[in-house]
């Protein structure tokens, strides 16, 4: 099963656009139980598109999805900024979907997931139908999205639903 955190990927890389690119992260530190763990954050893109929009890139080891499968599981240990649109928290992903072409078919979106801004970390899981990670997302396979505040990552993994 492909994860990652700062420091520690397993089969899935996190990207970086150098500002003002469309996908600029950063690693931080945060309090989590009393001790600092590293975690990534979103910056502003910059002026690129709208410059509310926080997107984070990542790569899957191509060995991952060797054989076309019809889905994916991805699970995101994560917190949104405070000012963070609490419905836009989703993903785009390169998909073999034949009912779409070209771009959408290279950033097929998920529904979003309503986030619930608390203390701690929230769990997302995003069901990621024929999935193609080839690379066609800007370079990658998927991206976390959302509006208005940054994304922080804790960890990220995938898994072939069942």
């Known amino acids: 099963m492909p994860s990652a955190k700062p420091e520690e990927e397993l089969g899935i890389t996190a990207g970086n656009f150098a500002p003002?690119?469309?996908?600029p992260i950063k690693v931080i530190e945060v309090e989590d139980n009393?001790?600092?763990?590293?975690v990534w954050s979103t910056v502003p893109k910059g002026n690129i598109g709208n410059p509310n929009e926080r997107f984070f890139y990542f790569d899957v080891d191509?060995?991952?999805?060797?054989?076309?499968?019809?889905?994916?599981?991805?699970?995101v240990i994560y917190?949104?900024?405070?000012?963070?649109?609490?419905?836009s928290f989703g993903v785009n992903y390169d998909s073999?979907?034949?009912a779409l072409k070209g771009l959408d078919q290279a950033f097929r979106g998920t529904k979003?997931?309503?986030?619930?801004?608390?203390?701690?970390?929230?769990?997302?899981?995003?069901?990621?139908?024929?999935?193609?990670?080839e690379n066609r997302?800007?370079?990658?396979?998927?991206?976390?999205?959302?509006?208005?505040?940054?994304?922080i990552v804790k960890c990220i993994s995938l898994r072939i639903s069942k």
């Open 20 to 23: 003002p690119g469309d996908g």
């Open 34 to 38: 009393g001790s600092k763990t590293k």
């Open 62 to 75: 191509p060995m991952f999805l060797y054989d076309q499968v019809d889905a994916v599981e991805l699970t």
């Open 79 to 87: 917190r949104l900024g405070p000012n963070a649109d609490a419905n």
């Open 96 to 98: 073999y979907c034949p």
């Open 112 to 133: 979003p997931q309503r986030v619930e801004q608390k203390d701690g970390w929230n769990v997302a899981v995003f069901q990621l139908p024929e999935p193609r990670f």
């Open 137 to 151: 997302s800007n370079g990658f396979d998927f991206r976390l999205v959302a509006t208005g505040d940054e994304i």
